[in-house]
Protein backbone atom coordinates (compact mmCIF):
# COMPACT_ATOMS: atom_id res chain seq x y z
CA UNK A 1 0.00 0.00 0.00
CA UNK A 2 1.50 3.57 -1.07
CA UNK A 3 2.19 5.35 2.08
CA UNK A 4 1.45 9.15 2.97
CA UNK A 5 5.37 10.01 2.51
CA UNK A 6 4.78 8.45 -1.07
CA UNK A 7 1.59 10.19 -2.06
CA UNK A 8 2.24 13.67 -0.03
CA UNK A 9 6.23 13.76 -0.09
CA UNK A 10 5.97 14.28 3.67
CA UNK A 11 4.99 12.26 6.51
CA UNK A 12 4.36 16.01 8.06
CA UNK A 13 0.35 15.88 8.84
CA UNK A 14 0.21 19.51 9.00
CA UNK A 15 0.74 20.02 5.30
CA UNK A 16 -3.16 19.01 5.09
CA UNK A 17 -5.67 21.40 5.55
CA UNK A 18 -8.59 20.34 7.83
CA UNK A 19 -11.52 19.06 5.73
CA UNK A 20 -14.58 21.57 5.91
CA UNK A 21 -17.53 20.21 7.63
CA UNK A 22 -20.41 22.84 7.64
CA UNK A 23 -22.32 20.91 9.15
CA UNK A 24 -20.28 19.80 12.58
CA UNK A 25 -22.93 21.83 15.02
CA UNK A 26 -25.33 19.28 14.05
CA UNK A 27 -23.11 16.45 14.41
CA UNK A 28 -21.56 17.01 17.82
CA UNK A 29 -25.28 18.01 18.87
CA UNK A 30 -26.25 14.35 17.81
CA UNK A 31 -23.56 12.69 19.18
CA UNK A 32 -24.27 14.63 22.49
CA UNK A 33 -27.80 13.97 23.35
CA UNK A 34 -27.29 10.44 22.02
CA UNK A 35 -24.58 10.08 24.50
CA UNK A 36 -26.87 11.38 27.09
CA UNK A 37 -29.63 9.01 26.29
CA UNK A 38 -27.25 6.40 26.62
CA UNK A 39 -26.13 6.99 30.04
CA UNK A 40 -29.53 8.06 31.47
CA UNK A 41 -31.02 4.51 30.82
CA UNK A 42 -27.85 2.79 32.37
CA UNK A 43 -27.66 5.13 35.51
CA UNK A 44 -31.25 5.20 36.74
CA UNK A 45 -31.46 1.36 37.35
CA UNK A 46 -28.40 1.50 39.65
CA UNK A 47 -30.29 4.35 41.50
CA UNK A 48 -33.43 2.95 41.40
CA UNK A 49 -32.69 -0.85 42.45
CA UNK A 50 -33.04 -0.29 45.86
CA UNK A 51 -36.60 0.80 45.23
CA UNK A 52 -37.65 -1.83 43.20
CA UNK A 53 -35.09 -4.63 44.12
CA UNK A 54 -38.57 -6.20 46.35
CA UNK A 55 -40.89 -6.05 43.57
CA UNK A 56 -38.78 -8.24 41.09
CA UNK A 57 -36.18 -10.12 43.49
CA UNK A 58 -38.26 -10.61 46.13
CA UNK A 59 -36.56 -12.16 49.41
CA UNK A 60 -37.50 -12.24 53.42
CA UNK A 61 -34.12 -10.06 53.62
CA UNK A 62 -34.48 -6.85 51.87
CA UNK A 63 -30.70 -6.40 51.59
CA UNK A 64 -31.07 -10.00 49.88
CA UNK A 65 -32.89 -8.12 47.18
CA UNK A 66 -30.97 -5.57 46.65
CA UNK A 67 -27.92 -7.64 45.69
CA UNK A 68 -29.86 -9.53 43.40
CA UNK A 69 -30.93 -6.22 41.90
CA UNK A 70 -27.16 -4.78 41.50
CA UNK A 71 -25.82 -8.65 40.78
CA UNK A 72 -28.34 -7.69 37.67
CA UNK A 73 -26.59 -4.20 37.32
CA UNK A 74 -23.85 -5.88 37.03
CA UNK A 75 -24.51 -8.31 34.17
CA UNK A 76 -24.83 -5.52 31.71
CA UNK A 77 -21.41 -4.51 32.75
CA UNK A 78 -20.10 -8.25 32.27
CA UNK A 79 -21.57 -7.85 28.12
CA UNK A 80 -20.02 -4.85 27.79
CA UNK A 81 -16.54 -6.25 26.89
CA UNK A 82 -17.43 -8.81 24.52
CA UNK A 83 -19.77 -5.87 22.85
CA UNK A 84 -16.34 -4.09 23.10
CA UNK A 85 -14.73 -6.81 21.52
CA UNK A 86 -16.73 -7.61 18.72
CA UNK A 87 -18.74 -4.23 17.88
CA UNK A 88 -15.86 -1.95 18.15
CA UNK A 89 -14.11 -2.80 14.72
CA UNK A 90 -17.38 -2.97 13.25
CA UNK A 91 -17.10 0.65 13.46
CA UNK A 92 -13.30 0.98 12.77
CA UNK A 93 -14.84 -1.07 9.49
CA UNK A 94 -18.22 0.09 8.19
CA UNK A 95 -18.42 3.62 10.19
CA UNK A 96 -18.85 5.31 13.55
CA UNK A 97 -22.30 6.57 12.80
CA UNK A 98 -24.03 3.12 11.99
CA UNK A 99 -22.73 1.91 15.46
CA UNK A 100 -24.34 4.80 17.21
CA UNK A 101 -27.54 4.38 15.66
CA UNK A 102 -27.62 1.03 16.82
CA UNK A 103 -26.58 1.32 20.11
CA UNK A 104 -29.04 4.19 20.80
CA UNK A 105 -31.79 1.95 19.20
CA UNK A 106 -30.50 -1.12 21.99
CA UNK A 107 -30.73 1.27 24.93
CA UNK A 108 -33.90 2.70 24.68
CA UNK A 109 -35.60 -1.02 24.09
CA UNK A 110 -33.97 -2.20 26.88
CA UNK A 111 -35.31 0.77 28.99
CA UNK A 112 -38.90 0.30 28.14
CA UNK A 113 -38.56 -3.11 28.88
CA UNK A 114 -37.25 -2.29 32.47
CA UNK A 115 -40.31 0.46 33.16
CA UNK A 116 -42.79 -1.80 31.87
CA UNK A 117 -42.05 -5.00 32.94
CA UNK A 118 -44.92 -6.49 35.68
CA UNK A 119 -43.93 -7.41 38.90
CA UNK A 120 -42.70 -10.95 40.11
CA UNK A 121 -46.14 -11.25 42.26
CA UNK A 122 -48.10 -10.88 39.03
CA UNK A 123 -45.74 -13.03 36.67
CA UNK A 124 -43.15 -15.02 38.23
CA UNK A 125 -40.02 -15.47 37.59
CA UNK A 126 -40.74 -14.14 33.97
CA UNK A 127 -40.11 -10.82 36.00
CA UNK A 128 -36.39 -10.81 36.76
CA UNK A 129 -35.52 -12.89 33.71
CA UNK A 130 -37.19 -9.81 31.63
CA UNK A 131 -34.70 -7.71 33.71
CA UNK A 132 -31.85 -10.17 32.67
CA UNK A 133 -32.26 -9.61 29.07
CA UNK A 134 -33.01 -6.02 29.00
CA UNK A 135 -29.29 -5.62 30.58
CA UNK A 136 -27.61 -7.86 28.24
CA UNK A 137 -29.50 -5.59 25.34
CA UNK A 138 -28.34 -2.58 27.33
CA UNK A 139 -25.02 -3.97 28.09
CA UNK A 140 -23.89 -4.78 24.30
CA UNK A 141 -25.29 -1.11 23.30
CA UNK A 142 -23.44 0.62 26.39
CA UNK A 143 -20.02 -1.44 25.31
CA UNK A 144 -20.27 -0.38 21.88
CA UNK A 145 -21.46 3.28 22.52
CA UNK A 146 -18.73 4.98 24.62
CA UNK A 147 -15.58 4.78 22.57
CA UNK A 148 -17.54 4.81 18.84
CA UNK A 149 -19.56 8.18 20.56
CA UNK A 150 -15.79 9.11 21.72
CA UNK A 151 -14.11 8.42 18.27
CA UNK A 152 -16.71 10.53 16.68
CA UNK A 153 -16.65 13.46 18.47
CA UNK A 154 -13.30 13.88 18.36
CA UNK A 155 -12.88 13.10 14.90
CA UNK A 156 -15.35 15.98 14.13
CA UNK A 157 -13.83 18.12 16.33
CA UNK A 158 -11.28 21.48 14.95
CA UNK A 159 -7.90 20.30 15.27
CA UNK A 160 -7.32 23.05 18.19
CA UNK A 161 -11.02 22.20 20.11
CA UNK A 162 -10.32 18.44 20.43
CA UNK A 163 -9.87 18.32 23.94
CA UNK A 164 -13.48 20.82 24.18
CA UNK A 165 -15.30 18.30 21.97
CA UNK A 166 -14.06 15.35 23.49
CA UNK A 167 -15.40 16.36 27.30
CA UNK A 168 -18.34 16.54 25.64
CA UNK A 169 -18.93 12.22 25.44
CA UNK A 170 -18.56 12.60 29.51
CA UNK A 171 -20.74 16.12 29.73
CA UNK A 172 -23.52 14.46 28.32
CA UNK A 173 -22.78 11.61 30.84
CA UNK A 174 -22.32 13.79 33.34
CA UNK A 175 -25.57 15.64 32.28
CA UNK A 176 -26.93 12.46 32.05
CA UNK A 177 -26.57 11.23 35.90
CA UNK A 178 -27.36 14.71 36.85
CA UNK A 179 -31.03 13.82 34.58
CA UNK A 180 -31.22 10.36 36.30
CA UNK A 181 -30.37 11.73 40.12
CA UNK A 182 -32.88 14.34 39.43
CA UNK A 183 -35.55 11.85 38.49
CA UNK A 184 -34.85 9.73 41.25
CA UNK A 185 -35.24 12.28 43.63
CA UNK A 186 -38.38 13.58 42.02
CA UNK A 187 -40.36 10.26 42.10
CA UNK A 188 -38.98 9.34 45.52
CA UNK A 189 -39.55 12.44 46.80
CA UNK A 190 -43.26 12.68 45.42
CA UNK A 191 -44.45 9.39 46.11
CA UNK A 192 -45.99 7.69 49.41
CA UNK A 193 -43.66 4.29 49.94
CA UNK A 194 -46.63 2.36 48.61
CA UNK A 195 -46.71 4.12 45.16
CA UNK A 196 -43.30 4.48 44.68
CA UNK A 197 -42.20 0.67 45.39
CA UNK A 198 -45.90 -0.28 42.71
CA UNK A 199 -45.19 1.63 39.51
CA UNK A 200 -44.06 5.39 40.86
CA UNK A 201 -40.32 3.68 39.82
CA UNK A 202 -40.96 2.90 36.53
CA UNK A 203 -41.58 6.41 35.10
CA UNK A 204 -37.71 7.44 34.79
CA UNK A 205 -37.59 4.04 32.54
CA UNK A 206 -40.17 4.75 30.30
CA UNK A 207 -38.94 8.58 29.78
CA UNK A 208 -35.76 6.82 28.98
CA UNK A 209 -37.38 4.91 26.43
CA UNK A 210 -38.70 7.43 25.04
CA UNK A 211 -35.60 9.77 24.96
CA UNK A 212 -34.13 7.06 22.79
CA UNK A 213 -36.30 7.81 19.57
CA UNK A 214 -35.45 11.21 19.84
CA UNK A 215 -31.94 10.28 20.11
CA UNK A 216 -32.22 7.84 16.86
CA UNK A 217 -33.71 10.41 15.06
CA UNK A 218 -30.64 12.38 15.39
CA UNK A 219 -28.17 10.08 14.94
CA UNK A 220 -29.74 8.60 11.93
CA UNK A 221 -29.22 12.20 10.63
CA UNK A 222 -26.12 12.85 11.50
CA UNK A 223 -23.07 12.64 8.91
CA UNK A 224 -20.03 10.29 9.35
CA UNK A 225 -16.18 11.53 10.26
CA UNK A 226 -13.87 12.94 8.05
CA UNK A 227 -11.05 10.77 8.92
CA UNK A 228 -12.91 7.46 9.35
CA UNK A 229 -14.46 8.06 5.50
CA UNK A 230 -10.51 8.84 4.40
CA UNK A 231 -9.53 6.17 5.88
CA UNK A 232 -11.74 3.91 4.68
CA UNK A 233 -10.51 4.52 1.30
CA UNK A 234 -7.54 3.05 1.64
CA UNK A 235 -8.05 0.39 4.27
CA UNK A 236 -10.40 -2.89 3.62
CA UNK A 237 -9.08 -4.98 6.23
CA UNK A 238 -11.67 -7.30 7.80
CA UNK A 239 -12.91 -6.08 11.45
CA UNK A 240 -11.10 -9.07 12.69
CA UNK A 241 -7.94 -8.32 10.97
CA UNK A 242 -8.38 -4.83 12.90
CA UNK A 243 -8.52 -6.54 15.83
CA UNK A 244 -5.33 -8.46 15.32
CA UNK A 245 -3.44 -5.20 13.96
CA UNK A 246 -4.28 -3.42 17.62
CA UNK A 247 -3.29 -5.61 19.82
CA UNK A 248 -0.11 -6.64 17.62
CA UNK A 249 1.09 -2.98 17.16
CA UNK A 250 -0.07 -0.76 20.08
CA UNK A 251 0.06 -2.93 23.67
CA UNK A 252 1.50 -0.61 24.98
CA UNK A 253 -1.38 2.30 23.76
CA UNK A 254 -4.24 -0.25 25.09
CA UNK A 255 -2.50 -0.10 28.69
CA UNK A 256 -2.50 3.52 28.93
CA UNK A 257 -6.43 3.74 27.42
CA UNK A 258 -7.18 0.91 30.19
CA UNK A 259 -5.76 3.02 33.15
CA UNK A 260 -7.77 6.25 31.67
CA UNK A 261 -10.74 4.37 32.17
CA UNK A 262 -10.03 2.36 35.25
CA UNK A 263 -10.94 5.48 37.87
CA UNK A 264 -14.69 4.00 36.66
CA UNK A 265 -14.57 2.31 39.98
CA UNK A 266 -14.85 5.65 41.57
CA UNK A 267 -17.44 7.08 39.16
CA UNK A 268 -19.87 4.43 39.44
CA UNK A 269 -19.60 4.36 42.85
CA UNK A 270 -20.20 7.93 43.46
CA UNK A 271 -22.93 8.35 40.69
CA UNK A 272 -24.93 5.10 41.58
CA UNK A 273 -23.94 3.54 44.94
CA UNK A 274 -22.80 7.02 47.31
CA UNK A 275 -26.76 7.72 47.77
CA UNK A 276 -27.24 4.18 49.03
CA UNK A 277 -23.79 3.95 50.98
CA UNK A 278 -25.05 6.81 53.08
CA UNK A 279 -28.76 5.29 53.52
CA UNK A 280 -27.33 2.17 54.63
CA UNK A 281 -24.43 3.55 57.18
CA UNK A 282 -26.18 6.49 58.34
CA UNK A 283 -29.67 5.92 58.03
CA UNK A 284 -29.86 9.15 55.77
CA UNK A 285 -33.62 9.49 53.50
CA UNK A 286 -32.72 8.30 49.89
CA UNK A 287 -34.66 11.17 48.63
CA UNK A 288 -32.54 14.29 50.28
CA UNK A 289 -29.39 11.88 49.39
CA UNK A 290 -30.29 12.10 45.80
CA UNK A 291 -31.16 15.82 46.05
CA UNK A 292 -27.81 16.54 47.38
CA UNK A 293 -26.17 13.94 44.84
CA UNK A 294 -28.11 16.45 41.72
CA UNK A 295 -25.85 19.82 43.70
CA UNK A 296 -22.84 17.64 43.43
CA UNK A 297 -23.35 16.77 39.70
CA UNK A 298 -24.43 19.94 38.50
CA UNK A 299 -20.29 21.04 39.57
CA UNK A 300 -19.02 17.69 37.59
CA UNK A 301 -21.09 19.14 34.33
CA UNK A 302 -19.53 22.42 34.48
CA UNK A 303 -15.59 21.56 35.25
CA UNK A 304 -15.79 19.05 32.70
CA UNK A 305 -16.11 21.41 29.74
CA UNK A 306 -13.94 23.66 31.37
CA UNK A 307 -11.23 21.27 32.09
CA UNK A 308 -11.44 20.03 28.22
CA UNK A 309 -10.81 23.47 26.84
CA UNK A 310 -8.04 24.76 28.84
CA UNK A 311 -6.47 20.64 28.06
CA UNK A 312 -6.10 22.68 24.05
CA UNK A 313 -4.04 25.67 25.33
CA UNK A 314 -2.67 23.77 28.30
CA UNK A 315 -1.98 20.48 27.40
CA UNK A 316 -3.61 17.28 28.31
CA UNK A 317 -1.26 14.71 30.50
CA UNK A 318 0.67 16.87 32.72
CA UNK A 319 -2.08 18.54 34.33
CA UNK A 320 -5.48 17.13 34.59
CA UNK A 321 -5.45 12.83 34.85
CA UNK A 322 -2.69 13.04 37.30
CA UNK A 323 -4.29 15.86 38.96
CA UNK A 324 -7.80 14.05 38.93
CA UNK A 325 -6.25 10.90 40.47
CA UNK A 326 -3.80 12.44 43.35
CA UNK A 327 -7.54 14.37 44.43
CA UNK A 328 -8.95 11.58 44.11
CA UNK A 329 -6.38 9.20 46.36
CA UNK A 330 -6.07 12.10 48.81
CA UNK A 331 -9.81 13.19 49.49
CA UNK A 332 -12.45 9.70 49.27
CA UNK A 333 -11.21 8.30 52.33
CA UNK A 334 -11.48 11.57 54.97
CA UNK A 335 -14.81 12.37 52.40
CA UNK A 336 -16.34 8.89 53.17
CA UNK A 337 -15.08 9.23 56.99
CA UNK A 338 -17.11 12.45 57.16
CA UNK A 339 -20.34 11.23 56.06
CA UNK A 340 -20.54 9.84 59.34
CA UNK A 341 -21.75 13.33 60.52
CA UNK A 342 -25.26 14.37 60.47
CA UNK A 343 -27.05 16.98 58.19
CA UNK A 344 -27.89 17.59 54.45
CA UNK A 345 -24.90 20.00 54.16
CA UNK A 346 -22.74 17.63 55.09
CA UNK A 347 -23.49 15.12 52.34
CA UNK A 348 -23.84 17.67 49.67
CA UNK A 349 -19.75 18.70 50.46
CA UNK A 350 -18.85 14.70 50.17
CA UNK A 351 -20.61 14.19 46.95
CA UNK A 352 -19.69 17.66 45.53
CA UNK A 353 -15.53 17.26 46.53
CA UNK A 354 -15.98 13.37 44.89
CA UNK A 355 -17.49 15.02 41.90
CA UNK A 356 -14.99 18.01 41.26
CA UNK A 357 -12.10 15.30 40.85
CA UNK A 358 -13.52 12.76 38.92
CA UNK A 359 -14.72 16.11 36.98
CA UNK A 360 -10.98 16.91 36.43
CA UNK A 361 -10.27 13.30 35.29
CA UNK A 362 -13.08 13.12 32.99
CA UNK A 363 -12.49 16.20 30.88
CA UNK A 364 -9.80 15.10 28.94
CA UNK A 365 -9.55 10.92 29.46
CA UNK A 366 -11.72 10.48 26.03
CA UNK A 367 -9.53 12.87 24.19
CA UNK A 368 -6.54 10.96 24.93
CA UNK A 369 -7.65 7.82 24.15
CA UNK A 370 -8.83 8.61 20.94
CA UNK A 371 -5.21 10.52 19.95
CA UNK A 372 -3.18 7.13 21.29
CA UNK A 373 -4.82 5.14 18.79
CA UNK A 374 -4.63 5.44 14.38
CA UNK A 375 -8.29 6.13 13.19
CA UNK A 376 -8.25 2.11 11.24
CA UNK A 377 -8.28 0.63 15.02
CA UNK A 378 -9.41 3.82 16.98
CA UNK A 379 -12.54 2.60 18.07
CA UNK A 380 -11.42 -0.92 18.89
CA UNK A 381 -8.29 0.33 20.88
CA UNK A 382 -10.79 2.61 23.28
CA UNK A 383 -13.38 -0.29 22.91
CA UNK A 384 -11.20 -3.19 23.69
CA UNK A 385 -9.36 -0.94 27.20
CA UNK A 386 -12.56 0.87 28.38
CA UNK A 387 -15.07 -2.01 28.56
CA UNK A 388 -12.76 -4.56 29.74
CA UNK A 389 -11.51 -2.03 32.80
CA UNK A 390 -15.68 -1.00 32.98
CA UNK A 391 -16.83 -4.30 33.32
CA UNK A 392 -14.11 -5.88 35.78
CA UNK A 393 -13.92 -2.77 38.06
CA UNK A 394 -17.23 -0.29 36.96
CA UNK A 395 -20.22 -2.70 37.08
CA UNK A 396 -18.93 -4.58 40.43
CA UNK A 397 -18.12 -1.60 42.42
CA UNK A 398 -21.71 -0.88 43.38
CA UNK A 399 -21.57 -4.46 44.90
CA UNK A 400 -18.71 -4.79 46.34
CA UNK A 401 -19.18 -1.73 47.91
CA UNK A 402 -22.15 -3.28 49.41
CA UNK A 403 -20.43 -6.18 50.46
CA UNK A 404 -18.06 -4.06 52.45
CA UNK A 405 -21.27 -2.34 53.60
CA UNK A 406 -23.03 -5.80 54.91
CA UNK A 407 -19.69 -6.68 56.54
CA UNK A 408 -19.32 -4.30 58.60
CA UNK A 409 -16.34 -2.47 56.59
CA UNK A 410 -17.47 0.45 54.66
CA UNK A 411 -14.61 2.33 54.98
CA UNK A 412 -13.01 -0.47 52.55
CA UNK A 413 -15.15 0.57 50.14
CA UNK A 414 -12.41 4.29 50.28
CA UNK A 415 -9.97 1.88 50.42
CA UNK A 416 -10.44 -0.32 47.34
CA UNK A 417 -11.03 2.98 45.34
CA UNK A 418 -8.21 4.64 45.99
CA UNK A 419 -5.63 1.34 45.59
CA UNK A 420 -7.35 1.47 41.66
CA UNK A 421 -6.64 5.19 40.97
CA UNK A 422 -3.21 4.22 42.52
CA UNK A 423 -1.92 1.85 39.82
CA UNK A 424 -3.63 4.15 37.47
CA UNK A 425 -1.49 7.18 38.45
CA UNK A 426 1.74 4.98 37.77
CA UNK A 427 0.54 4.45 34.32
CA UNK A 428 -0.14 8.53 34.12
CA UNK A 429 3.18 8.90 34.03
CA UNK A 430 3.87 7.33 30.74
CA UNK A 431 0.97 9.26 28.67
CA UNK A 432 2.66 10.88 25.59
CA UNK A 433 1.53 14.71 25.40
CA UNK A 434 -0.59 14.11 23.01
CA UNK A 435 -2.58 17.49 22.84
CA UNK A 436 -1.25 20.50 19.98
CA UNK A 437 -2.42 23.50 19.34
CA UNK A 438 -0.98 22.77 15.80
CA UNK A 439 -3.90 22.55 12.59
CA UNK A 440 -2.81 18.63 12.58
CA UNK A 441 -4.88 17.17 10.04
CA UNK A 442 -5.06 13.53 11.93
CA UNK A 443 -6.06 13.01 15.59
CA UNK A 444 -3.30 10.73 16.28
CA UNK A 445 0.19 12.31 16.45
CA UNK A 446 0.78 10.29 12.74
CA UNK A 447 -2.03 8.68 11.06
CA UNK A 448 -0.58 7.50 7.12
CA UNK A 449 -3.64 6.11 6.17
CA UNK A 450 -5.62 8.75 7.10
CA UNK A 451 -3.11 11.08 5.28
CA UNK A 452 -3.53 9.48 1.95
CA UNK A 453 -7.14 9.04 2.49
CA UNK A 454 -7.12 12.52 2.48
CA UNK A 455 -5.07 13.08 -0.28
CA UNK A 456 -6.87 10.92 -2.35
CA UNK A 457 -10.21 13.42 -1.71
CA UNK A 458 -8.17 16.42 -2.10
CA UNK A 459 -7.17 14.83 -5.78
CA UNK A 460 -10.52 13.97 -6.37
CA UNK A 461 -12.14 16.88 -5.69
CA UNK A 462 -9.59 18.94 -7.26
CA UNK A 463 -10.30 16.66 -10.92
CA UNK A 464 -13.84 16.76 -10.58
CA UNK A 465 -13.49 20.77 -10.13
CA UNK A 466 -11.26 20.99 -13.50
CA UNK A 467 -13.78 18.64 -15.35
CA UNK A 468 -16.45 20.91 -14.42
CA UNK A 469 -14.66 23.82 -15.83
CA UNK A 470 -13.63 22.38 -18.85
Not at 343 to 353: E, H, T
Not at 411 to 440: D, H, K, W
Request: charged share 10%; hydrophobic share 50%.
Amino acid sequence: MKTSQDALGSPDPSELPEVPNPRRAVNMVAGTIGHFVEWYDWYIYGLLAAVFSSQIFPSDDPFASLVAALLTYALGFVVRPLSGIIISPLADRFGRKLILTLSVSGMALGSLIIGLTPSFATIGYAAPALFLFARIIQGISAGSEGQSAIAFMVEHAPANRRGLFGSFTNMASGLATLAATGAAAMVTSSFAPADLAAWGWRIPFVVGGILGVVGLILRARAEETPEYEAEALVDQKSAAARLMDLVREHPKALLQAAALSAPAVAYYTWATFLPTYAKLTTGRDLSSTLAGSVIGLALLVIIVPTCGALSDRLGRRKIFPIIGAIGMIVLFYPMLLLLNQPGFGVYVLVSASGWVVLGIWQSVYPTIQAELFPAAVRVSGIGLAHQIVIAVFGGTAPLIAAAFVGAGQPMLVAVYMIAIVALSLIVYFTLPETGSRAGRATVALADPEVLEGEHLLLSTSSGTKEKRSQ
